[in-house]
């Protein structure tokens, strides 16, 4: 009977804590606010834009030791 009684108690543990565990995950994710769609195509768009609209400054190779 004591074993049954464990089992029992466990189980209910067990539910106990996946029921914290999912209501933590969801109030994790109520918290957070949506990404805009638009700030986030303008973010992407300064990304692959951002290099294009900049020249590059390279290094000048003179004297430079290992020329082919």
């Not at 565990?21 to 700030?39: D, K, V, Y």
């Not at 400054?57 to 020329?67: E, F, I, M, Q």
């Amino acid at each position: 009977m004591n074993s049954l009684s464990h089992l029992y108690v466990t189980a209910h543990q067990d539910e106990m804590l996946n029921l914290a565990a999912n209501e933590r995950l969801a109030s994790q994710f109520a918290t957070q606010r949506p990404i805009r769609l638009g700030a986030a195509l303008k973010s992407v768009w300064s990304l692959l834009t951002g290099a294009a609209a900049r020249p590059l400054d390279l290094p000048k190779l003179t004297n430079y030791p290992y020329r082919g």
